[in-house]
């Protein structure tokens, strides 16, 4: 009994400690090339804390983001900018948010994209008053 405790015990410990190696082979800010640097600029100052999922994703955007439009480009750094704004809780209240609409239905969801777009395009005074 003591011999399988001796071994749950090493294979924990080698578990995490494989956990924090893989966790520390994270492309840090410094290790990406200047173009993604370009690309990801708004998410510098987080980028470092930011988790690998997270940093997979945007590697992937700025990946693709030569052959996007013009308008793709700006709606991705607006996006980049908008986020970087937020607090940490603003940013955990809209993952969560996001995760709730993903559970919706798929009509219900593209209802709720239908009143995000008519919404957008109010004029700016309009927008603020609701």
């Known amino acids: 009994m003591a011999g399988f405790k001796l071994i749950f015990i090493f294979g924990f410990f080698l578990f995490f400690s494989f956990d924090v190696f893989a966790e520390s082979n994270k492309p840090k800010w410094k290790d990406l090339k200047p173009q993604q640097q370009k690309i990801l600029g708004p ?3 987080s980028w470092d804390q930011m988790e690998s999922a997270r940093k ?6 700025a990946k693709r983001y030569p052959k996007m439009t ?5 709606r991705i ?3 980049m900018l908008s986020w970087h704004a937020l607090t940490a809780e603003q940013r955990i209240q809209a993952r969560e948010r996001f995760k709730k609409i993903e559970q919706l239905p798929a009509e219900k969801r593209k209802e709720i ?3 995000w777009y008519e919404y957008e ?5 309009s927008a603020k008053k609701l």
């Open 43 to 45: 998410l510098a100052e």
């Open 56 to 61: 997979k994703k945007w590697l992937g955007i």
């Open 70 to 74: 013009l308008q793709e480009q700006q």
């Open 77 to 79: 750094q607006s996006q």
């Open 113 to 115: 994209k239908q009143r």
């Open 121 to 125: 395009q109010l004029p700016e005074g």
